[in-house]
């Protein structure tokens, strides 16, 4: 009969008792134990000479369960969507969301704290004992909140979801991702860069293009700094005026003119530690305002998943083409990547007939609202997720997705993209009940629920199709009231009909 000893020790003695019984196998997670300085102790099995080590991640057999303290950086409907799958994990013993919004206090505590007040970040985090920061949007990823807690003693051993400030150049540098892509050779579109020392030449350059020409601002543009220009006399004047007339500020003091690329446009998620890697739910939003693809566009007014023709086939290429090659061209250029990339497709037609996928774009971040989607089809604890991408050993996570097919429909202001108002009362939200809703721009004031921005409301269902969750999603939408609202009932419309769908 075995003899099986629970003996509990404390991690000083822990030198002691693997040099004695000199049977401990290695550790991959001690640098974790060390690095949240949490557990001072832990519990180690000896059964049959054999010493088996619980982990306070968790995710071991006989592992003892481990909660920490998170901070979540943002407050739009990604956001909410990131507080609402983290607050189910049992890794999360305290969610902070800083700033949040109306929703994302339902599964955490709010914080009025700028996601680029980096010195407010670190006071907070030291505080409260923060133990991992989670970043949902790019622009305190592209000014290099990673390098900031990394060259900070006191910060360095908290890890930090989303890529060095390096790394966040995919997104933060259309050159730079152009660069990358052609370095690494990942298909994209042809292209040339231009700034006010050669806008001469840029101007030459759309004399030979074919229509429509695109025009996009190097920088973080807000989302608007992508226009299709269908004259070389549109073209010419609108370098003009993002070079010369800094139209949108210093994003455009670069632009880069691509190739027009034709066909579906498709993303696909990626969470990765450089090195290994786990891709997520594909997905397919809507970015123009009005039913049919009408109308300005947005920062997205809704989306699907999974998408009807990205299928085994199609996701091979992506995978062998696109992905593998990103994470290679990554370790080759030494470029620190822990975090989400969202990669932007464009299923285009080439002149011998065949179909191929072609990269529009890096994003360094999850989309939004793609997250509103995303999430709600995994399965799996996306707490356990990250912890084991810190750790090193994403490699050993399974990402569990559920099969349902699920859509999102974006609530926007009356006036969006344009001018719209906000302060608008909302209600009819605690009256949905097959759907969720997350909060993108609202705030909480005077015990009501105001609108506070353009796009107020992320409505998501599930179905057994992609019509059956739309019309789940619109239902639940007409229960919702504020004054102003708008949506597009017709989400995945071009889908209708399709055998499945």
């Keep these: 009969m075995w003899c099986n000893y629970l003996i509990t020790i404390d991690l000083y003695y822990f030198t002691f008792f693997s040099i004695m019984f000199n049977y401990l196998p290695p550790l991959p997670s001690l640098k974790g134990i060390l ?6 102790s832990f519990v180690v099995k000896f059964s049959f000479g054999c010493l088996v080590l619980g982990s306070p991640f968790g995710g071991r057999k006989g592992a003892k369960s481990y909660s920490m303290k998170i901070l979540l950086l943002g407050s739009g409907g990604r956001e909410h969507a990131f507080a609402w799958k983290m607050a189910q994990s049992p890794l999360c013993e305290k969610l902070y969301i800083a700033p949040g919004n109306a929703g994302t206090c339902q599964f955490g505590e709010n914080v009025s704290i700028g996601v680029n007040d980096f010195a407010a970040i670190e006071k907070f985090v030291l505080a409260n004992k923060v133990e991992m920061v989670v970043v949902g949007p790019e622009d305190p990823l592209v000014n290099g909140i990673y390098d900031y807690f990394l060259a900070n003693e006191s910060l360095s051993k908290i890890p930090v979801i989303g890529p060095s400030k390096l790394g966040a150049q995919l997104e933060g540098s259309k050159a730079f991702s152009k660069v990358f892509m052609l370095k690494h050779g990942i298909p994209t579109a042809i292209y040339q860069e231009f700034s006010a020392h050669n806008l001469d030449a840029g101007l030459d350059y759309i004399e030979h293009q074919t229509l429509p020409i695109v025009l996009k601002a190097d920088g973080l543009a807000a989302g608007k700094g992508v226009l299709i220009c269908q004259t070389k006399e549109e073209a010419k004047a609108e370098l003009r005026e ?12 670069k632009v880069v003119i691509e190739q ?5 446009e498709f993303s696909v998620f990626v969470l990765t530690d450089g090195i290994n890697y786990k891709i997520l739910p594909q997905a397919k939003d809507y970015k123009r305002i009005g039913e049919g693809d009408t109308g300005l566009n947005t920062g997205g007014m809704g989306c699907i998943s999974p998408v009807p023709f990205v299928d085994e ?23 620190t990547y822990k975090g989400f990339i969202y990669i932007g497709f464009m299923q285009t037609e080439l002149p011998n007939g ?3 996928p072609f990269v529009i774009e890096y994003n360094c971040r999850m989309g939004d609202p793609e997250t509103e989607i995303v999430f709600p089809r995994i399965k799996s604890d996306l707490v356990k997720h990250f912890v084991a ?38 209600t009819g939200i605690d009256a949905v009940k097959d759907s969720i809703v997350f909060h993108a721009g609202t705030k909480a004031e005077g015990g009501k629920i105001l609108t506070n921005g353009g796009r107020v409301l992320a409505v998501t269902s599930y ?15 007409e229960k919702i009231n504020f004054e102003g609202k708008y949506y597009r009932k017709d989400i995945g419309y071009e889908f209708k009909g399709t055998p499945g769908v």
């Design 260 to 264: 027009f690329l034709k066909g579906i």
């Design 354 to 356: 065949q179909v191929e």
């Design 389 to 426: 991408l810190a750790e090193g050993e994403l490699q050993n996570e399974v990402i569990e997705i559920d099969p349902r097919a699920a859509a999102t429909v974006i609530v926007a202001s009356g006036g969006y993209p344009e001018d719209y108002q906000k302060g608008k009362e909302i």
């Design 463 to 477: 179905g057994k199709t992609i019509t059956e969750a739309v019309a789940t999603s619109n239902a639940a939408i």
């Design 313 to 335: 086939a199609l996701m091979k290429k992506v995978e062998e083409r696109v992905i593998i090659p990103t994470i290679k061209g990554l370790q080759k250029d030494k470029i």
């Design 35 to 40: 690095r949240q300085n949490t557990y001072s």
């Design 242 to 253: 993002m070079i010369a007339n800094a139209k949108f500020g210093k994003a455009s003091s």
